[in-house]
Structures are given as structure tokens and as C-alpha cells.
T-cell receptor
């Protein structure tokens, strides 16, 4: 079954304690991305990756890091989480047709609370 | 921001009625997509319409695209209680390709 898997689904952590949210896709997609979803603000892109070892900042990259060492995995790293990073996070992957993206497949989300 | 904007923010209708929601965006695009999100869950792709297309159908869904007005609409016909969800449009801008920009969503409630 084609899917994007995020872990964990729920996470409560304290300010400053480094954490990693994992994301894995089994569709051999080149393109992967991370979003955060906040009430009234919709989905905002944090980082995206066009392929292995290629990552770029989205609209709200501050306080986050990513890596793309393998095609299937795209972890999101919060080196020193702060309360304003409390949010619902989604990982997504897409294939490309030429220079254009096709439909995005989303993970089930990670609800992060930073206290 | 290149983020799109859906209208209305919330919509409540009776089962069997049609639901129409609109999306406006700011820049030229390669394509526009509509997604559905059940409460707190991941988004699910509904339909993609390319910039050179004006209308597309998929089951009970009908999407239109007017690039001159930079707007799109999603029509759900004969709505069902199971259609209750939030609906988002996402654009891939032509200038800044390789990124999706999502709107803020329309929350649809279908009353049985």
C-alpha cells in the first residue's frame, strides 16, 4: 500500500530538548516536504527536498532542520524546541512529471506540544 | 505570501444539497489541486487541474479554473454526511515551481 508514515503521532516535550520526527515514503517519490498546520493559518511549508542530498527552505524554516540521506526518508529535526513550535506537522511526498509536481501524499500527522 | 485563500471559511448545508467553495490565488500557476482533510488527519488528494484546463470532473466533484481571475471553484454535488471535512486548495506557482502553497481551507458541515 502506498503510504507516507510519520512517527510519532503525538509528542509532548519540554523547551530546549532536541527531537526528531521521522517520515518515510514507499512510493519512490523524489519530492518530499514538511508542513505545519496552525488554526487560521492553513498549511505552511517548512522545508522541502527535490531529491537525495537536496533540501530547500520553505516559508517558515526557522528553528527546524532536515536531512535527505536516502530517497525514502526525510526527518524533521527541532534542535531546541520552543513553545511557538507547538503545532500539527505533516510530511508529504510527490512525484514529478517533467518540471511539475503531481499529487501529494500526506502522512497522518504529528501533534507536537512544547511546554 | 503566495498562499491561496478559500471562501467561505465555513459552510453548513443539508444532506443532498450541493456545496460550492472557492479558491483565489495570487500568481501564475502550473496547476491547482484540491485536498480534503478529516479532523486532525492527513490531507487526501481529490483532484488536480492544470493551468491549460478549465473544468474537470471526478465522481461527484467538479472543479473549474479561471486563470484570468486567478480563481478556482470546487463543487460537491448531492452532498453526504461523510463529506463533512475541511477542503483546501493548493497551487504550484509557475515562478516558484517545486512548492505547493495551501490555502486556509473551507470547513464543510453536511447535516444529515
Amino acid at each position: 500500500e502506498a503510504q507516507v508514515t510519520q512517527n510519532p503521532r503525538y509528542l509532548i516535550t519540554v523547551t530546549g530538548k532536541k527531537l526528531t520526527v521521522t517520515c518515510s515514503q514507499n512510493m519512490n517519490h523524489e519530492y518530499m516536504s514538511w508542513y505545519r498546520q496552525d488554526p487560521g493559518l492553513g498549511l505552511r511549508q517548512i522545508y522541502y527536498s527535490m531529491n537525495v542530498e537536496v533540501t530547500d527552505k520553505g516559508d517558515v524554516p526557522e528553528g527546524y532542520k532536515v536531512s535527505r540521506k536516502e530517497k525514502r526518508n526525510f526527518p524533521l529535526i527541532l534542535e531546541s524546541p520552543s513553545p511557538n513550535q507547538t503545532s500539527l506537522y505533516f510530511c508529504a511526498s510527490s512525484s514529478r512529471t517533467g518540471a511539475r509536481l503531481t499529487e501529494a501524499f500526506f502522512g497522518q500527522g504529528t501533534r507536537l506540544t512544547v511546554v | 505570501s503566495q498562499q491561496g485563500e478559500e471562501d467561505p471559511q465555513a459552510l453548513s448545508i443539508q444532506e443532498g444539497e450541493n456545496a460550492t467553495m472557492n479558491c483565489s490565488y495570487k500568481t501564475s500557476i502550473n496547476n491547482l489541486q484540491w485536498y480534503r482533510q478529516n479532523s486532525g488527519r492527513g490531507l487526501v488528494h481529490l483532484i488536480l487541474i492544470r493551468s491549460n484546463e478549465r473544468e474537470k470532473h471526478s465522481g461527484r466533484l467538479r472543479v473549474t479554473l479561471d486563470t484570468s481571475k486567478k480563481s478556482s471553484s470546487l463543487l460537491i454535488t448531492a452532498s453526504r454526511a461523510a463529506d463533512t471535512a475541511s477542503y483546501f486548495c493548493a497551487t504550484e506557482p509557475r515562478r516558484a515551481g517545486n512548492q505547493f502553497y495551501f490555502g486556509t481551507g473551507t470547513s464543510l458541515t453536511v447535516i444529515p
